[in-house]
């Protein structure tokens, strides 16, 4: 079973960027479909990015021009370039396959 261990997050002010990373172990990665999740308090979980083994991304509209997600199937990696942060993205973002989730890390957009 693949391991998810997302890094990155942190306190950030609006208008900001961060970057998180997503570590996976296996050796199927390449060939992975990887998605990026978030869920704030009191909501549920939305997707957020998805990168094929191809490299196709698609986004919601919500962060689509803002977020960016790529993958380096030589680290079994994959990222998101977040900028121009909202207070509304504040949340834990998970990383996911087809059949792991990540443990999460915590990005807070405040002043």
């Known amino acids: 079973q693949v391991q998810l261990v997302e890094s990155g997050g942190g306190l950030v002010q609006p208008g900001g960027s961060l970057r998180l990373s997503c570590a996976a172990s296996?050796?199927?990665?390449?060939?992975?479909?990887m998605q990026w999740y978030r869920q704030a308090p009191g909501k549920e979980r939305e997707w957020v990015a998805s990168i094929t083994s191809g490299g196709r991304t698609t986004y919601p509209d919500s962060v689509k021009g803002r977020f960016t997600i790529s993958r380096d199937n030589t680290k079994n990696t994959v990222y998101l370039q977040m900028n121009s942060l909202k207070f509304e993205d504040t949340a834990v973002y998970y990383c996911k396959t087809s059949a792991s989730w990540g443990r999460g890390t915590q990005v807070t957009v405040s002043s």
């Open positions: 296996g050796s199927f990665f390449s060939i992975e479909t």
